[in-house]
């Protein structure tokens, strides 16, 4: 409960379990026989990232990058930053990028670029949530768990502050 507000669950633990492990049958279609590097985007989408690559059901590489556009706001500032950048070399090898959520695209759009001047043989995009109302880039993931609407939502490693990314499921206040 935030002050006065409460929370309005959008999508249970058990729905997301669901939904995580039809993405992962997907993706280890798609990637059947290929290179694939899965990099997580620190650190909203480590929750979502752990359990996607468990439901992967091939050889998957995983490193991390660390970037920063929201701070303690609700909405990306647009400035995005690399704090951390991979250590993997992606050269020749298939990347999918895993946030937990696009909604202005700023930062995806950023890291996209930044792992495209590394000579990946492709360039993939996962997310947990889509809130495409809220795009400021042409930019559109492959891959989504759900397509949201301009809510602020946080739970299963979305915070707000330093908090609640270890809710197990997504919420909202109402």
């Known amino acids: 409960m935030e002050g006065n507000k409460r929370e309005r669950t959008l999508y249970s633990r058990e729905s997301i379990a669901t939904r995580v492990k039809e993405l992962g049958e997907i993706i280890s279609k798609e990637y059947n026989n290929k290179n694939l590097i899965v990099v997580s985007l620190l650190r909203g989408s480590f929750i979502f990232a752990s359990d996607l690559v468990r439901e992967i059901s091939i050889p998957v590489e995983v490193d991390f990058m660390t970037t920063a556009s929201y701070g303690h706001n609700e909405v990306s500032s647009g400035n995005v930053e690399i704090v951390h950048d991979i250590r993997a070399d992606v050269e020749g090898k ?59 939502i946080v739970g299963y490693g979305l915070n707000y502050g330093d908090h609640y990314r270890n809710i197990p499921y997504i919420f909202t206040f109402d």
Do not use: A, H, Q
């Open 94 to 152: 298939d990347v999918l990028i895993v946030d937990d959520i696009i909604d202005s695209g700023y930062t995806l759009k950023k890291v996209k670029e930044t792992l495209g001047l590394k000579n990946p043989n492709s360039v993939k995009i996962c997310v947990m949530l889509d809130k495409p109302s809220r795009r400021k880039v042409d930019l559109e993931p492959d891959f989504v768990g759900f397509s949201i609407p301009d809510v602020f």
